[in-house]
């Protein structure tokens, strides 16, 4: 899929040595900010172990791959995976998500901090209304004379990926706080 202009989210899983937790905070919030620099940077969460002693979450979004692998190659990163070498336990272990499962926050965060499902079901709902109206509206007409399972293959090929890479990270980000107000 290289080369893909679809949103991508990494999650990196890391344990921070013992007693170096509070800089090894810092200095992922300081990653951050570097990462504004770098264009298609979407936005970035660092997620605390639940008990002390685990593994931290760093989830980062970019635009496109491209844009993830502009972050990789910088000297700035660099500098930083040097800088936390001394801090953390191991290589992290990464995870990255494109397309639908990226929607929501991803399944490896803790329960806790999901977005309630019946607000994820809420947007979801907003997406999918007007893009099937929208395309109802515009092909019924021309489609009129197809089967049933032949229009509903046609519709639902156009739907989901307009859902998946048009409205879905749009909604998501415009509702961010909504989805999650807990803070997340």
């Not at 660092?46 to 980062?60: A, F």
């Not at 635009?63 to 191991?90: G, I, N, P, T």
């Not at 515009?138 to 229009?151: C, E, K, M, S, V």
């Not at 509903?152 to 415009?174: E, G, N, S």
């Amino acid at each position: 899929m290289s080369g893909s202009a679809a949103p991508i989210t990494r999650i990196a899983r890391r344990r921070a040595l013992a007693g170096k937790e509070k800089e090894y905070e810092a200095t992922i919030r300081e990653m951050f900010v570097a990462m504004h620099a770098t264009s298609g940077f979407l936005g970035a969460d660092l997620i605390p172990p639940e008990r002390p002693g685990e593994d931290y979450q760093v989830v980062v979004r970019f635009a496109c791959e491209a844009a993830l692998k502009l972050w990789d190659e910088s000297a700035q990163r660099a500098h930083f995976r040097e800088r936390l070498v001394h801090l953390a336990e191991d290589e992290p272990a990464y995870r990255t998500l494109t397309g639908l499962e990226a929607w929501f926050t991803p399944p490896v965060v803790p329960p806790s901090l999901h977005p309630p499902r019946g607000r994820m079901t809420v947007v979801t709902w907003l997406g999918i209304f007007p893009t099937v109206s929208l395309y109802l509206w515009l092909l019924a007409p021309l489609l009129a004379d197809l089967p049933f399972l032949a229009r509903t293959a046609i519709l639902t090929a156009l739907i989901v990926p307009t859902m998946t890479y048009a409205v879905m990270p749009r909604l998501t980000r415009l509702l961010k706080n909504w989805l999650n107000p807990a803070g997340g």
